[in-house]
């Protein structure tokens, strides 16, 4: 990879203890009304145990625009449906997926630890999540590892039969979302980033115009980035004008996402993405 790429796609990052910070539309342009696509965090993950086929079936019955998922690569090629590289959180049990077949993975329960009522609900594969995906609804897989897993994507992928447009890819790995695009150039990819602000000067750890530059160089679609950030209208306007789409994950409070919405973002990644819908939809008709 080109250095200097790689050391961009290494700033943007975001840490677990980002201040939180409300975008703020300017008042005197009017608010967006194109759709805006609700995306369904590892699935309904508020209420159901993430990354598994309950909360995606979930998702689908309350008619959400489109799911997310993680997939990581198991020792024997397969792409598994899991946000951690260790089984410890959701399992139980510790195992690490990349040293371990999906025969290994597949007999634990990845349900219990949310709720009794999920008990063994199993780590499944991304094919077998894909099957599930309604016509007019698609989902957002993000990639854990680096490009290594790329040819199990294009086998999952061909397996499910799904179309271009009910599928797109994303990773904060560059090379992943390169190699991406160039095995699936049909299937839209995104790169994910979040921000870092310097506490005593203020100062943002990276920029629009270097996330741009970074998308272009991978032949990226676009954008999905961490909602905490220097937003505002003219940097959304850059995005766009730059022929980019651009996402935000992950937004669970109403009034954060509304403002989003306002300044022209494409999607909003949430853990609770019918109910999120239904309060900004309710705001913004009042």
């Known amino acids: 990879m080109n250095p200097s790429l790689l050391a961009l796609s290494l700033f943007a990052w975001v840490p677990a203890n980002a201040p939180a910070i409300t975008p703020?539309?300017?008042?005197?342009?009017?608010?967006?009304?194109a759709a805006v696509e609700y995306i369904s965090h590892r699935g309904e993950s508020a209420d159901a145990p993430e990354n598994t086929m309950a909360a995606f079936r979930l998702a689908w019955e309350r008619d959400v625009?489109?799911?997310?998922?993680?997939?990581?690569?198991?020792k024997d090629d397969r792409l598994v449906v899991i946000?951690?590289?260790?089984?410890?959180?959701?399992?139980?049990?510790?195992?690490?997926?990349?040293?371990?077949?999906?025969?290994?993975?597949?007999?634990?329960?990845?349900?219990?630890?949310k709720d009794a009522k999920y008990a063994g609900e199993p780590l499944p594969l991304l094919e077998q999540v894909l099957e599930t995906i309604p016509q007019g609804k698609r989902c957002f897989i993000e990639i854990k590892v680096g490009p290594e897993a790329v040819p199990a994507l294009v086998k999952a992928?061909?397996?499910?039969?799904?179309?271009?447009?009910?599928?797109?890819?994303?990773?904060?790995?560059?090379?992943?979302?390169?190699?991406?695009?160039?095995?699936?150039?049909?299937?839209?990819?995104?790169?994910?980033?979040?921000?870092?602000?310097?506490k005593e000067t203020g100062e943002w750890n990276i920029t629009f115009d270097q996330l741009i530059e970074l998308a272009k160089t991978l032949k990226a679609d676009g954008l999905d980035l961490y909602y905490q950030g220097p937003f505002d209208r003219a940097a959304v306007e850059k995005v766009k004008s730059a022929g980019l789409g651009l996402y935000v994950w992950t937004v669970d409070d109403p009034e954060a996402a509304r403002a989003l919405i306002d300044l022209g973002i494409d999607g909003v990644t949430t853990n609770k993405a019918r109910w999120l819908k239904e309060q900004v939809e309710a705001a913004q008709s009042k």
């Open 157 to 198: 992928i061909e397996t499910s039969g799904k179309k271009p447009e009910q599928l797109a890819v994303i990773s904060f790995n560059a090379e992943t979302v390169a190699e991406s695009k160039r095995r699936l150039p049909e299937i839209p990819a995104y790169f994910l980033s979040g921000f870092r602000r310097d």
């Open 83 to 113: 946000h951690d590289a260790d089984t410890q959180r959701t399992c139980g049990v510790s195992l690490k997926v990349k040293d371990s077949t999906y025969d290994q993975l597949k007999g634990l329960d990845a349900g219990s630890w």
């Open 24 to 33: 703020i539309p300017n008042p005197f342009d009017p608010p967006r009304k």
């Open 65 to 74: 625009d489109a799911i997310e998922l993680d997939v990581h690569l198991s």
